[in-house]
């Protein structure tokens, strides 16, 4: 079955940085756009960005522009998110898909909290 297996959270402080990782099975990666997504405390899961399943045309919401970078390695089956910059509203719980999601196969997630 699909399965995305996210890592790299953590504890940072305001203006700093983190890399995120998502690995991937149970689908053929190269044949799928990407997406990455969080949940915020009290708050539904919101889209935060994609990328091409070649790799190009990423595109990213307003909340998260000019400070995340997303990227891929389709020879690891590997989807990234470099955040920089970050603030307390980023904390969150992290999560890869691809886009448009498959719903039946979220990961756990890994735990972003920006300390202020």
């Known amino acids: 079955q699909v399965q995305f297996v996210e890592s790299g959270g953590g504890l940072v402080e305001v203006g700093g940085s983190l890399r995120l990782s998502c690995a991937v099975s149970?689908?053929?990666?190269?044949?799928?756009?990407m997406g990455w997504y969080r949940r915020a405390p009290g708050q539904a899961r919101e889209f935060l960005a994609r990328?091409?399943?070649?790799?190009?045309?990423?595109y990213y919401e307003r909340p998260i522009k000019g400070r995340f970078t997303i990227s891929r390695d389709n020879t690891k089956n590997t989807v990234y998110l470099q955040m920089n910059d970050l603030r307390p509203e980023d904390t969150a719980v992290y999560y890869c898909?691809?886009?448009?999601?498959?719903?039946?196969?979220w990961g756990q997630g890994t735990q972003v909290t920006v300390s202020s």
């Open positions: 898909n691809t886009d448009p999601p498959e719903q039946g196969a």
């Open positions: 149970g689908l053929t990666f190269i044949r799928h756009n």
């Open positions: 990328i091409h399943r070649n790799g190009g045309n990423p």
